[in-house]
């Protein structure tokens, strides 16, 4: 698990699908939510994912 603080979405991308909520000042905003199983789409999201992660700080767990 990784943590980035400077993260204003959430975002989930999986092999066939790709989902993207955007937040503001109020919080989640429902109208700025983004699905979709085209390619270029996933491609994109990947590459999303990989820019946040390269910036993240990994979560270790504390029994270890």
Known sequence: MYVVDEARLALAVTDSF???SLFNDSGFNA???L???EESA???GEELFEYYRRRSKEVKNPVD
């Open 31 to 33: 109208q700025t939510s």
């Open 42 to 44: 996933l491609k994109w």
């Open 35 to 37: 699905v979709s199983r």
């Open 18 to 20: 790709l989902a993207l």
